[in-house]
């Protein structure tokens, strides 16, 4: 279950935290294996927190203490080190294997984190959303974008009015224009960009569906959302737009699409037959 999964309750919990618990919650997240190794006092002194602060996140997170905190740290872990023993930040002196083991095993891990986050009914309520709406746009900043045209052009290999909006002033432009027959899905990894709360806000009012796929289920733009989808990558603050990251989302666009598809086989399968008909002509 989810809530057996410690950073799957550090995702949820994020936003709520103080400042001080969110120094400790970024170094838990980026450094698993050595946190189940340290006393608190060590903790607090890495994290530069004092050990009281320490004691209040893990109550607030649901454990009685620091120790039971930590065993909660091992088993979550456990699995996954298991598989995927070479996974973390390639180092200089690695080879090229070795690095590319690395990569590898990152890019396993981020799908199977959010294979394990992947709600069924979210996903199916995700699915009735977008068969039900007139139009969607298909939305995100930076590297987020990519995303949101990748959507776009997977779904309208078989469903029309699938839309990739680029520009963020365009973005508004055609937020104002919704209806509650519309839909928008966005792409954010924190959930909690400027850009994303004006559109999402502006989308809320005009009473369109709004999916939002991120890495914080309780960040601000999910508070917006009607159905949130929680990719499973963790970012460190210096892995910006990570592949990893962004292959968790794919993954999320794939069953999301699988399952739309999935609905209406048939049909689905008749139009992206005359699309392949009609791209036919561009190939030499």
Do not use: W
């Amino acid at each position: 279950m989810l809530n057996d999964n410690v950073f799957a309750r550090i995702s949820q919990e994020y936003y709520y935290l103080t400042n001080a618990e969110k120094k400790i919650a970024d170094f838990i997240t980026l450094r698993q294996q050595e946190t189940q190794f340290m006393s608190i006092s060590e903790m607090a002194e890495e994290v530069g927190v004092a050990e009281a602060s320490i004691s209040r996140f893990c109550r607030k997170l649901g454990y009685r203490g620091y120790n039971a905190f930590k065993l909660a740290v091992a088993n979550s872990t456990a699995l996954r080190s298991a598989a995927n023993p070479l996974s973390g930040e390639v180092l200089p002196e690695d080879s090229i294997p070795v690095m590319c083991q690395k990569v590898y095993a990152a890019d396993i891990d981020a799908i199977t984190q959010t294979l394990e986050l992947t709600d069924p009914q979210k996903i199916a309520a995700a699915a009735d959303l977008l068969i039900q709406a007139r139009r969607t746009l298909c939305m995100g900043q930076g590297g987020s974008m990519l995303l949101a045209e990748e959507a776009a052009h997977l779904f309208s290999t078989a469903l029309p009015d699938f839309y990739a909006i680029r520009d963020s002033h365009i973005q508004i432009m055609r937020s104002t224009m919704l209806c509650a027959q519309d839909a928008v899905m966005f792409f954010s990894y924190s959930g909690a960009t400027s850009s994303l709360m004006d559109i999402l806000k502006i989308a809320k009012e005009r009473q369109a569906k709004i999916i939002l796929i991120t890495r914080f289920p309780r960040s601000p733009g999910a508070a917006f959302a009607d159905v949130v989808l929680e990719c499973g990558s963790r970012e460190g603050p210096l892995q910006l737009g990570s592949i990893a990251a962004r292959m968790a989302q794919l993954y999320l666009i794939d069953l999301l699409f699988s399952e739309v598809c999935r609905r209406d086989i048939e049909g689905c399968r008749s139009r992206r037959k005359m699309v392949a008909d009609a791209l036919t002509t561009r190939h030499l």
